[in-house]
């Protein structure tokens, strides 16, 4: 699916992969539309930050979150 993800996804959308190319300011509540439309055992990678950016690999397990920093990044910020 190619879009803004803002504008598309909906929780009956599920996901086992998710990528964002366009830097998140801060990180997402784990109840916001991001991480819902994700399974358990989904990934979602995103930059994120404003002036500094890190590429973060979040992970949905059954029942809690994984958050894992990847190193300094420069990416667009999500509009």
Known sequence: M?????????PEL???KMISCAA??????TKSSYFQSLIPGGIFIFPMGKRDQYLIFAKR????????SKGGVRFVPLL
Request: hydrophobic share 40%; charged share 25%; proline share 8%.
């Open 2 to 10: 190619i879009g803004s993800a803002t504008e598309i996804l909906k």
């Open 14 to 16: 599920q996901f086992d």
């Open 24 to 29: 998140l300011p801060n990180l997402p509540d």
């Open 61 to 68: 397990n059954l029942n809690d979150w994984s958050f894992e």
